[in-house]
């Protein structure tokens, strides 16, 4: 979806029917954790954006802006992306006449203390920053639950590039501690949804904006209220009787390293059977691991038995979840299509590794703000893995064989 905001989310509809559902980089950049952009320089872009209307009969008067950081995309017609010094983009179209202008020979990323700060200033009194090596985790929910989400965090990180490094052999290093803002309270993280996204991910238990590089999510693992006196421990016990807690952040966690590791482009045509496929390969909570999650690929029970459910009633419709991704946002088709989307995804990361490689690298390759058509896509697909008859067939033969 071109100049506009794109996020990953989950309906609180669709989580509760299919969820009863390092560092090797770090030390050969000589204990830099993050990698600093090359030489860019760094750009001031002023815009007009649309004010708001003085009266319902008169036209809003537009106001003048500015975004400092570097370009990403300059399309042919004027309009740009940018892409601040926190990692968020900005859509700027040729209508709202960008002006740019050199203010320093190199962009930066802000420093993780400089992150820090602009995240305390943005949410303001009653939010703690809690560093670890690879995150901020930004919360108003106290101490423990700040604590908990970044252990997990950095688990998932360390697993997640051991497990990618022996097949993409060039993973990125992300530019700067990625940023997860989890509030206390699902009301307070409505709040800032309906802001910060629009509104466009509904009764979401947590997201990945695409737009401004954050995870989003509340603390679901425990009693209403903050819970600013337990401990990381105590939350994490109330995490193991909820799964759903930890699957959410696991999820959500996934698509950010995903697109921070250079697996995939933000702003780019990412298919959501894919997107969502990964997410789910990793997502699976492992009660029986202390954090509560640990292995990577676990069958998903809960995503086989949905699975399970939909091929009984129907076959496998591969090429309509391929083309577009109407059927992820269609409330009335979502929990099919998540589900499809897990086995497919399942069944080509664990028995097509070879041409699952090779897809994933060419989508990592694609560029911001150039979208393919619904043939493109099925093309790219069949040229990886075959024709998609003969896909759906394999597929349903080898889920037949999975038991949980
Ligand atoms: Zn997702």
């Known amino acids: 979806m071109p100049w506009s905001q794109y996020q990953f989310g989950h309906t609180l509809r669709v989580l509760r029917e299919i969820v009863a559902c390092l560092c090797v980089l770090f030390l050969c950049l000589g204990g830099r954790p993050f990698l600093h952009a090359a030489d860019e320089p760094l750009v001031r872009v002023t815009y007009q954006s649309p004010g708001q209307p003085t009266s319902p009969d008169t036209p809003p008067l537009h106001e003048e802006k500015a975004v400092e950081g570097r370009i990403r995309v300059q399309a042919v017609d004027g309009g740009l992306l940018v892409e601040d010094r926190q990692g968020g983009l900005w859509p ?233 991704d109407d059927r992820f946002r269609d409330p009335a088709s979502a929990v099919d299509a998540y589900a499809e989307a897990w086995a497919l995804h399942y069944y080509l990361l664990e028995t097509q590794k070879e041409k699952y490689d090779n897809y994933l690298k060419n989508l990592g390759k694609k560029q911001p703000l150039q979208w393919n058509t619904p043939d493109q896509r099925v093309a790219d697909f069949e040229a990886a893995f075959g024709a998609t008859s003969d896909v759906e067939l394999a597929l349903t033969k080898y889920m037949a064989r999975r038991s949980p």
């Not at 997502?283 to 086989?304: F, H, V, Y």
Request: hydrophobic share 40%; proline share 5%.
């Open 92 to 324: 700027i179209t040729a209508g709202q006449s960008p002006v740019t202008e050199t203010i320093a020979p190199q962009y930066t990323p802000l420093s993780a203390e400089e992150l820090n700060a602009a995240l305390k200033a943005e949410l303001g009194e009653g939010f703690e920053v809690f560093p670890t090596t690879h995150y901020l985790v930004c919360t108003n929910a106290g101490r423990g639950y700040g604590e908990w989400c970044g252990r997990l965090f950095e688990r998932l990180h360390a697993g997640f590039q051991r497990f990618w490094k022996r097949r993409i052999p060039n993973l990125e290093v992300p530019a700067q501690p990625l940023v997860a803002i989890a509030f206390a309270t699902q009301k307070e993280f409505q709040a800032f949804q309906l802001a910060d996204a629009g509104g466009q991910v509904g009764a979401a238990q947590g997201y990945f904006s695409a737009r401004t590089n954050r995870m989003v999510l509340f603390n679901q693992s425990g009693e209403a209220g903050p819970g600013r006196a337990l401990t990381a421990a105590q939350i994490q016990k109330q995490a193991l009787r909820n799964p759903m807690a930890i699957a959410t952040v696991i999820h959500e966690a996934v698509h950010q390293l995903s697109f921070n590791m250079g697996l995939q482009t933000r702003y780019a045509d990412n298919p959501a059977w894919f997107s969502e496929g990964l997410a789910m390969y990793f997502e699976t909570p492992d009660l029986e691991a202390q954090s509560g999650w640990r292995t990577i690929g676990k069958l998903n029970t809960s995503r086989l038995g949905q699975y399970r459910k939909l091929a009984s009633v129907r076959p496998l419709e591969i090429r309509s979840l391929i083309a577009t």
